[in-house]
């Protein structure tokens, strides 16, 4: 009677599970057609006025979405994590890196802000109890050098200054901070509960800077604020959605992994969009950013894991009688 369960449980497994694979593929491709969009909309926009525009362009669409769902308030459970992803990640990171890479060259700000994953990777292990399996430490390690190499060659285009690699990093530490706060949020909200609050605190964050955003609308072409809006409805109100969808569903390090996908992305974006045609040590860095995250996203083969469960076995000896494990048992290890 046990077995029917079991048997429909599986297929929702796996259902879930390509479900949030979609959902992280549509986030790493809409968070890098963000930088596109940021080039046009940053030289007629302040760093505050555009991550305000952006924000507010996202609170309304996901405001409407709530509203047509009939979605209520996060449950108060979740309100601690919201909050802090709002002020870090919505507000604070944005704000920091529009700065930055005012500040520094694209390639530099590339460099500083990837260590976001690992940061994200050991404050999940140390606050989540995150799994730090060694694919998972092999696909980072490839993924980071193939971020060093696309900055390298990115770099020298523009100024640099400690201020501009300061905020980068400060970005970086804001988006991790904000990464691990959420995930226990998504354990008692949906991942559009989480989204809506986190950006309309975000965009409370940022209301400073609304006579800077009136000032700027006022000037800029239609083309920056037309890029602007798109910024909030797809790179944030939809692509922070799916994200959320996605990281209810596994681990922070490993969603965090998966964002180096967004420099390979964005090194083929340029090129198609830009006519930005990148250089070998470019298309090389891309390729080891999707190899990384390949290796991180990847499990042992099943076969593999009883193999080795056998060997253990076998290398122990028979359990004694009873039928218990004996001390020297790999099982007694945990």
């Known amino acids: ?78 309100w601690r994590g919201i909050a802090v992803s709002g002020v870090l990640w919505f507000g604070f990171y944005m704000v920091a890196l529009n700065w930055g890479e005012q500040q520094v060259d694209a390639g530099t700000a590339a460099l500083v802000v990837n260590i976001g994953p690992i940061l994200i990777a050991l404050l999940g292990s140390r606050l989540l109890g995150d799994a730090m399996p060694p694919r998972l430490l092999a696909g980072m390690a490839v993924s980071f050098a193939g971020a060093v190499a696309v900055g390298l060659s990115m770099s020298g285009g523009g100024g640099s200054s400690v201020l501009g690699v300061v905020l980068c990093l400060l970005a970086a530490v804001a988006y991790a901070g904000g990464v691990v706060a959420q995930k226990p949020a998504l354990g008692r909200a949906s991942a559009l509960q989480v989204t809506t609050y986190g950006c309309l605190i975000g965009a409370v964050v940022c209301l400073p800077f609304a006579g800077q955003l009136l000032h700027d609308a006022a000037d800029a072409p239609v083309s920056a604020t037309l890029n602007m809006v798109y910024l909030g409805v ?84 028979p359990a004694p009688a009873g039928g218990k494990p004996s001390a020297e048992c790999p099982a007694d290890k945990g």
């Open 234 to 317: 797809f790179p944030t109100a939809l692509a922070f959605t799916t994200w959320a969808y996605a990281l209810a569903r596994t681990s922070a390090s490993r969603m965090g992994a998966t964002t180096y996908a967004v420099p390979a992305l964005v090194v083929l974006m340029s090129w198609l969009l830009l006519d930005e045609v990148p250089g070998l040590l470019t298309l090389a860095g891309g390729a080891l950013c999707l190899a990384g995250v390949a290796v991180s996203r990847s499990r042992p083969r099943p076969g593999a894991a009883a193999d080795a469960l056998r060997e253990g076995a076998a290398v122990s000896g």
């Open 1 to 78: 009677m046990n077995a029917s369960p079991a048997r429909t449980s599986a297929p929702n497994h796996r259902r879930d599970g390509v479900l949030a694979a979609a959902a992280a593929v549509v986030t790493v491709g809409l968070w890098a057609s963000a930088f596109v969009s940021i080039r046009s909309a940053g030289a007629a926009y302040s760093p505050g006025a555009l991550a305000l525009g952006r924000l507010l362009s996202g609170v309304l669409v996901l405001g409407a979405v709530c509203a047509v769902r009939r979605e209520g308030l996060p449950p108060r459970g979740a």
